[in-house]
Protein backbone atom coordinates (compact mmCIF):
# COMPACT_ATOMS: atom_id res chain seq x y z
CA UNK A 1 0.00 0.00 0.00
CA UNK A 2 1.30 3.62 -0.29
CA UNK A 3 0.91 4.08 3.35
CA UNK A 4 3.66 0.75 3.95
CA UNK A 5 6.04 2.51 1.24
CA UNK A 6 5.92 5.88 2.81
CA UNK A 7 6.74 4.41 5.94
CA UNK A 8 9.63 2.10 4.42
CA UNK A 9 11.16 5.44 3.33
CA UNK A 10 10.48 7.76 5.98
CA UNK A 11 12.20 5.13 8.00
CA UNK A 12 15.37 4.26 6.20
CA UNK A 13 18.27 6.58 6.52
CA UNK A 14 19.79 4.68 3.62
CA UNK A 15 20.70 5.92 -0.26
CA UNK A 16 17.86 5.86 -2.82
CA UNK A 17 19.15 1.96 -3.30
CA UNK A 18 18.37 1.17 -0.85
CA UNK A 19 15.17 2.60 0.37
CA UNK A 20 14.02 0.60 -3.25
CA UNK A 21 15.40 -2.39 -1.42
CA UNK A 22 13.69 -1.61 1.90
CA UNK A 23 10.29 -1.46 0.01
CA UNK A 24 10.38 -4.65 -1.51
CA UNK A 25 11.50 -3.47 -5.34
CA UNK A 26 8.14 -1.92 -5.56
CA UNK A 27 8.32 1.02 -7.99
CA UNK A 28 9.06 4.12 -6.67
CA UNK A 29 7.66 7.64 -7.18
CA UNK A 30 8.25 11.52 -6.44
CA UNK A 31 4.82 11.34 -4.56
CA UNK A 32 5.77 8.54 -2.42
CA UNK A 33 9.56 10.42 -1.22
CA UNK A 34 7.32 13.87 -0.35
CA UNK A 35 4.95 11.85 2.11
CA UNK A 36 8.08 10.54 3.55
CA UNK A 37 9.74 14.11 4.35
CA UNK A 38 6.69 15.40 5.36
CA UNK A 39 5.91 12.53 7.89
CA UNK A 40 8.93 12.74 9.32
CA UNK A 41 8.30 16.73 9.88
CA UNK A 42 5.27 15.81 11.18
CA UNK A 43 6.24 13.20 13.38
CA UNK A 44 9.17 15.50 15.19
CA UNK A 45 6.24 18.25 15.34
CA UNK A 46 4.53 15.76 17.28
CA UNK A 47 7.17 15.07 19.39
CA UNK A 48 8.43 18.68 19.92
CA UNK A 49 4.46 19.13 21.16
CA UNK A 50 4.83 16.17 23.58
CA UNK A 51 7.62 17.94 24.86
CA UNK A 52 6.57 21.20 25.39
CA UNK A 53 3.40 19.61 26.83
CA UNK A 54 5.43 17.15 29.10
CA UNK A 55 7.52 20.17 30.45
CA UNK A 56 4.51 22.76 31.25
CA UNK A 57 2.91 19.92 33.16
CA UNK A 58 5.90 19.76 35.28
CA UNK A 59 6.22 23.28 35.51
CA UNK A 60 2.95 23.64 37.10
CA UNK A 61 3.48 20.64 39.72
CA UNK A 62 6.83 22.16 40.84
CA UNK A 63 4.85 25.93 41.19
CA UNK A 64 1.88 23.51 43.21
CA UNK A 65 4.33 21.97 45.69
CA UNK A 66 5.98 25.44 46.78
CA UNK A 67 3.02 26.87 46.92
CA UNK A 68 1.61 24.16 49.49
CA UNK A 69 4.85 25.16 51.22
CA UNK A 70 4.59 28.73 51.22
CA UNK A 71 0.77 28.14 52.33
CA UNK A 72 1.73 26.31 55.18
CA UNK A 73 2.88 30.00 56.70
CA UNK A 74 6.23 27.80 58.00
CA UNK A 75 9.82 30.11 57.07
CA UNK A 76 12.43 28.78 55.26
CA UNK A 77 14.83 28.13 58.41
CA UNK A 78 11.80 26.01 60.26
CA UNK A 79 11.50 23.76 56.89
CA UNK A 80 12.02 20.24 56.62
CA UNK A 81 14.66 18.76 54.07
CA UNK A 82 12.35 17.84 51.73
CA UNK A 83 10.17 21.10 51.67
CA UNK A 84 13.90 22.79 51.11
CA UNK A 85 14.31 20.50 47.95
CA UNK A 86 11.06 21.36 46.65
CA UNK A 87 11.51 25.08 46.91
CA UNK A 88 14.98 25.03 45.03
CA UNK A 89 13.33 22.84 42.61
CA UNK A 90 10.17 24.92 41.60
CA UNK A 91 13.40 28.05 41.98
CA UNK A 92 15.62 25.99 40.01
CA UNK A 93 13.06 25.09 37.20
CA UNK A 94 13.89 21.65 38.25
CA UNK A 95 17.36 21.85 37.34
CA UNK A 96 20.65 20.74 39.37
CA UNK A 97 18.88 21.08 42.34
CA UNK A 98 19.45 17.90 43.69
CA UNK A 99 23.17 18.35 44.42
CA UNK A 100 22.02 20.13 47.44
CA UNK A 101 22.35 17.16 50.37
CA UNK A 102 22.33 19.27 52.96
CA UNK A 103 20.29 21.63 54.78
CA UNK A 104 23.29 24.13 55.46
CA UNK A 105 23.57 23.95 51.46
CA UNK A 106 20.00 23.78 50.45
CA UNK A 107 19.66 27.29 52.90
CA UNK A 108 22.55 28.60 51.17
CA UNK A 109 21.26 27.93 47.71
CA UNK A 110 18.00 29.19 48.72
CA UNK A 111 19.55 32.57 49.46
CA UNK A 112 21.21 32.65 46.14
CA UNK A 113 17.91 31.99 44.14
CA UNK A 114 15.43 32.76 46.30
CA UNK A 115 14.78 36.14 44.31
CA UNK A 116 14.31 34.75 40.83
CA UNK A 117 11.29 35.68 38.45
CA UNK A 118 9.44 32.22 37.75
CA UNK A 119 6.93 32.69 35.41
CA UNK A 120 3.74 31.63 36.15
CA UNK A 121 2.87 28.20 35.22
CA UNK A 122 -0.65 27.16 34.02
CA UNK A 123 -2.23 23.83 32.81
CA UNK A 124 -1.45 23.39 29.03
CA UNK A 125 -4.68 21.95 28.40
CA UNK A 126 -5.36 18.81 26.07
CA UNK A 127 -2.72 16.44 25.57
CA UNK A 128 -1.00 15.64 22.01
CA UNK A 129 -2.65 12.73 20.43
CA UNK A 130 -1.19 9.70 19.95
CA UNK A 131 0.74 10.15 16.92
CA UNK A 132 -0.78 7.62 14.16
CA UNK A 133 1.85 7.12 10.89
CA UNK A 134 -0.70 6.04 8.51
CA UNK A 135 -3.37 8.05 9.81
CA UNK A 136 -1.27 10.64 8.79
CA UNK A 137 -0.39 9.16 5.23
CA UNK A 138 -3.84 9.00 4.46
CA UNK A 139 -4.94 12.61 5.21
CA UNK A 140 -2.01 13.69 3.08
CA UNK A 141 -2.24 15.69 0.00
CA UNK A 142 0.52 16.61 -2.56
CA UNK A 143 -0.38 20.41 -1.61
CA UNK A 144 0.11 19.83 2.24
CA UNK A 145 4.19 18.80 0.81
CA UNK A 146 6.98 20.69 0.25
CA UNK A 147 6.38 20.39 -3.48
CA UNK A 148 3.10 21.66 -3.14
CA UNK A 149 3.79 24.57 -0.90
CA UNK A 150 6.12 25.46 -3.00
CA UNK A 151 4.03 25.26 -5.75
CA UNK A 152 1.44 27.77 -3.88
CA UNK A 153 4.17 30.33 -3.27
CA UNK A 154 5.33 30.10 -7.02
CA UNK A 155 1.84 31.10 -8.04
CA UNK A 156 1.33 33.48 -5.43
CA UNK A 157 4.23 35.82 -6.32
CA UNK A 158 3.55 35.05 -10.11
CA UNK A 159 0.56 36.49 -10.00
CA UNK A 160 1.65 39.47 -7.85
CA UNK A 161 4.17 40.04 -10.38
CA UNK A 162 1.31 39.80 -13.70
CA UNK A 163 -0.75 42.15 -11.44
CA UNK A 164 1.42 44.84 -11.83
CA UNK A 165 1.81 44.41 -15.58
CA UNK A 166 0.21 47.04 -17.71
CA UNK A 167 -1.13 44.33 -20.11
CA UNK A 168 -2.13 41.91 -17.45
CA UNK A 169 -5.83 41.07 -19.19
CA UNK A 170 -4.17 40.52 -22.07
CA UNK A 171 -1.42 38.01 -20.91
CA UNK A 172 -4.19 36.38 -19.07
CA UNK A 173 -6.43 35.71 -21.54
CA UNK A 174 -3.68 34.86 -24.19
CA UNK A 175 -2.35 32.07 -21.58
CA UNK A 176 -6.37 30.95 -20.80
CA UNK A 177 -7.32 30.57 -24.75
CA UNK A 178 -3.66 28.42 -24.95
CA UNK A 179 -4.73 26.05 -22.40
CA UNK A 180 -7.82 25.34 -23.25
CA UNK A 181 -6.58 24.77 -26.99
CA UNK A 182 -4.61 21.72 -25.21
CA UNK A 183 -7.08 20.74 -22.64
CA UNK A 184 -10.33 18.26 -23.41
CA UNK A 185 -13.59 19.89 -23.62
CA UNK A 186 -14.16 19.22 -20.46
CA UNK A 187 -11.76 21.59 -19.24
CA UNK A 188 -12.66 22.46 -15.33
CA UNK A 189 -11.77 25.77 -13.74
CA UNK A 190 -8.81 24.90 -12.43
CA UNK A 191 -7.52 24.64 -15.74
CA UNK A 192 -7.01 28.69 -15.49
CA UNK A 193 -4.20 28.46 -12.55
CA UNK A 194 -2.48 25.85 -14.60
CA UNK A 195 -2.25 27.80 -17.76
CA UNK A 196 -0.61 30.61 -15.45
CA UNK A 197 1.99 28.06 -14.39
CA UNK A 198 2.54 26.99 -17.83
CA UNK A 199 3.63 30.58 -18.33
CA UNK A 200 5.85 30.71 -15.42
CA UNK A 201 7.59 27.57 -16.77
CA UNK A 202 8.75 29.25 -19.93
CA UNK A 203 5.93 29.17 -22.28
CA UNK A 204 5.93 31.37 -24.93
CA UNK A 205 2.10 33.13 -24.68
CA UNK A 206 0.75 33.46 -28.60
Given at each position: S????????????????????????????C?????A?L??D??????K??QV??S????????SSA??????????D??????????????M???????????????EQW??V??T?I?T???????????????????????D???G?A?????S?????L??????????????????R?A???T???E???????V????N??
Open positions: REDRVLAIAKSKEKVGDKFIKTGGMALNDDAFYVLNRRQMNENVYTQLEALERQQKIITSGKTVKMGGKELTEMLKWKTGKNYSKFTSKKAKLEKKNEPAFHPGTAPTEFDEKGEISNMTMATLVIKKKRRALILESKMENFDEVVTSARSKKMKSADKGGFMDAIVDDEGDVP
